[in-house]
């Protein structure tokens, strides 16, 4: 049947519009009357969006209120319509409209919320740039690719009211601030690492590590899969890995570790939300949960006892055993195989007892079996004096910015992600009363967090080998999501800034101030976060109480716990 004339022509394959709630009756009232005048509030929200943008071009004439019969509109391109509906179930709950998400080959109309892919725009401002333009006319959003659009969006929902995050409907004026917003990212990768190893945590915890993520533009996951005190994933030719390696976690707390399923509920889910995910298998140290699970890759082939301490590097599988690169190479096929991400992470930090011959042997034979298997090998900088090969990212931890040795990696090919541990290590403490974290890198408040320039950090290395930053959260101290939450907030978008913005940008007191107008959305959100001093408005809050930690049964092994997930409330 033809369309009807006048009619907007849909995209070739054009999905339906899939069932939306039915508008439900606001049941708390929040800011402005219900036609705010222009260049109030809503003025004010375009200059607090963090990370901050590259250029922001207000018009206070130009505000635009959304109408409750508001409609998403999108454009004909791959992964567009994904990010539409992302956008629709993020306004959806607090608004209470229904939303619809329509695909059109044809420019919007009045009063929508359009989503337009456009080569042109990709050109200009890349593969993850975006240009946002709100006018009473309605609101557009323009990138060259959809994870561009999944950008802009993060960016839409903070020029909305605090009260767009509740979870139920909020009588308020949904004005979104007029003006342009034209942005990009510094550096094109941008991460956070959640130790699963050393306690485990269920795959809804990670999900919703993954939301964190995204809502400040942060595109990749780094898992922390294995280490001595647990094996995190399972392995079909090795499954004690999992069954055997998984049982336990620091302080005989309770242990577990992803099916292939749950694993891929993980991935799925990053993908939605343009996260990539990075998974790391620890080698050749930090290894007595796989020794304990097949004493035959211990170099004295006796399995030692499960670990539930926090000291490091007295583990390692034989490096100069077949079998072991047998073990290795089946492995890492498996995790690769399932990983739809470039990278694969070895680890190769803190292997104190093996011969540095042995290690680098050892290390670079591990490169090539990754780059057989058409991965970017990634580990951290312990790597970095072995052989080079093609891609190869090493991953600096270290706190004094004077490494000849990561430098010279640098001059050999090597690209870095910066993680410097006293500075994004998220497990460091705020203040010596934290009732959580580590100090052995320095104390982190937000300030610290903030107060550093990945592109001069490393003296002899240029802004052009460094590749991104990454914030790692390990986890001996932490056991919970809501403890989780408290390590990652207020810091983890400190280092998103550092990541996405121009270094014109970054200014400490206007980033305090900026970001302390987001303390109502994480509460609305409830999300956990540290209330310290340094954002106004802001007090000292107790932390989450742990939870109680559990042993495994008698056999010493542990069933799939993969769904497992904090059950503790939210601060």
Known sequence: MPPTPGAPAPCPDARPDPAVPTPRPAVETSEGPAHPAPGTRAEARLTEVVPAPERVEPAPEQDFLLPEDAVVRVGCGAGARDVADHLADLLRPATGYPLPVTETATAASHGEIALTLDADAGDELGPQGYRLRVSTDGVRLTAGTATGLFHGVQTLRQLLPAAIESPTPVAAAWVLPGGTIVDRPRFAYRGAMLDVAR???????????????????????????????????????????????????????????????????????????????????????????????????????????????????????????????????????????????????????????????????????VQRIVADLGKTVVGWHQIAPTDHVDGRIVQWWGTDGNDPTTADAVRRGARLVLSPADRAYLDMKYAPDTPIGHDWAGLIDLHRAYDWDPGTHLTGVPESAVLGVEAPLWTESVTTRTEIEFMLFPRLPAIAELAWSPRATHDWSGFRHRLATHLPRWDRAGITYHRGTELPGSTTATVPTPRTEAQPDAQGEVTHSGANTDQTSMS
Not at 253 to 265: H, I, Q, W
Not at 274 to 280: A, R
Not at 315 to 333: G, H, K, M, N
């Open 199 to 365: 306690h485990f945590f269920g795959v809804p915890d990670v999900l919703r590590v993954v939301d964190h993520l995204a809502r400040y533009k942060i595109n990749h996951l780094h898992l922390h899969l294995t280490d001595d005190q647990g094996w995190r994933i399972a392995v079909d030719t090795w499954p004690r890995l999992a069954t055997v390696g998984g049982a336990g976690a620091v302080g005989g707390g309770p242990g577990g570790y992803y099916t292939s399923d749950d694993y891929r509920l993980i991935l799925d889910h990053a993908a939605r939300r343009h996260v990539t995910v990075v998974p790391e298998i620890d080698l050749p140290g930090h290894t007595n949960a796989a020794l304990t699970a097949y004493p035959q890759l211990a170099p004295d082939r006796v399995g030692p006892p499960p670990y539930t301490g926090t000291e490091v590097g007295f583990s390692y599988v034989d490096p100069t055993s077949e079998q072991t690169y047998a073990f290795v190479t089946d492995v890492l096929r498996e995790v690769a195989a399932a990983s739809p991400g470039p990278y694969l992470h070895i680890g190769g930090d803190e292997a104190f007892k093996v011969p540095a011959d042995a290690y680098a042997h050892f290390v670079e034979r």
